[in-house]
């Protein structure tokens, strides 16, 4: 995938159908970095950076293709937000 995107699970029919978040790494850094989280290059290791807010930090992979909805919902609690106010 090139592009985030977003589409909102709903029934079919007699089918339930499931949409997942997904986007790139620099895509999830931009976002955090709106919601006022510092993001740290030089703090991680091997295609991570380190994100920080408050007192609170946590580290982002940037080496994957894409992000999934559990990765940065743990991010995002991890760091004292809910996933909602920052996806």
């Given at each position: 995938?090139?592009?985030?995107?977003?589409?909102?699970?709903?029934?079919?029919?007699?089918?339930?159908?499931?949409?997942?978040?997904v986007?790139k790494?620099?895509?999830?850094?931009?976002?955090?970095?709106?919601?006022?989280?510092?993001?740290?290059?030089?703090?991680?290791?091997?295609?991570?950076?380190?994100?920080?807010?408050?007192?609170?930090?946590?580290?982002?992979?940037?080496?994957?293709?894409?992000?999934?909805?559990?990765?940065?919902?743990?991010?995002c609690?991890?760091?004292?937000?809910?996933?909602?106010?920052?996806?």
């Amino acid at each position: 995938l090139t592009e985030p995107f977003v589409v909102l699970s709903r029934l079919l029919e007699d089918k339930f159908v499931l949409f997942v978040i997904v986007m790139k790494p620099q895509e999830a850094l931009r976002r955090f970095r709106r919601a006022g989280v510092a993001v740290e290059l030089g703090r991680g290791k091997g295609g991570h950076v380190m994100l920080r807010y408050g007192d609170r930090f946590t580290f982002l992979t940037t080496a994957s293709k894409d992000l999934g909805p559990v990765y940065l919902r743990k991010v995002c609690k991890t760091l004292g937000f809910h996933y909602e106010d920052v996806f």
